[in-house]
């Protein structure tokens, strides 16, 4: 979905993620950043898009969980529904809306009978070409889109 350099990231404290110290694991689910009101999954690059649409939220006084899953045919359906709660949950990624990481955490949901509200944020269309984040402003994936899906779910 476009090319582009893209960020590192980061702890809070400002020390990368995924740096010395972390061990990838097939499945796993990454807890980004810690939050209270609701939950916004990533997969891929899109770890730095739910981060900055985190910071956004938390500016306005809402507190978000930030996961990611670099694998999510691996994923602890336990783990995830544990992770969420009864939080709603907006997932976010570069792939179809309908194939990707939001399909499957909405199945792993609807197979244990847990309901949670869940709003799934991916590609909707084809066709378009440039720097990633003008693509993925043009396809409504900014972080300013995200942070705006969160507000919705809340209202």
Not at 79 to 94: A, N, Q, W
Not at 122 to 138: D, I, K, L, N, R
């Amino acid at each position: 979905m476009g090319r582009s350099v893209l960020p590192v990231v980061l702890k809070e404290d400002g020390t990368p993620f995924y740096g010395e110290g972390y061990t990838f694991n097939y499945g796993e689910i990454d807890v980004l950043r810690d939050g209270k009101d609701a939950v916004i999954f990533s997969m891929g690059h899109f770890a730095g898009r739910a981060i900055a649409a985190h910071d956004l939220l938390a500016a306005e006084g809402i507190s978000v969980k930030v996961l990611h899953c670099a694998s999510p045919l691996g994923m602890d359906a336990q783990k995830l529904i544990e992770l969420v709660g009864d939080k709603p949950l907006i997932t976010c990624e570069d792939h179809h809306v309908n194939t990707g990481i939001g399909s499957i955490s909405s199945m792993m949901f609807a197979r244990a009978g847990k309901a949670v509200r869940i709003v799934n944020m991916g590609v909707t269309h084809y066709g378009c070409s440039g720097p990633g984040s003008e693509v993925m402003a043009e396809m409504k994936l900014s972080p300013a889109d995200i942070a705006s899906e969160v507000k919705g779910i809340l209202n």
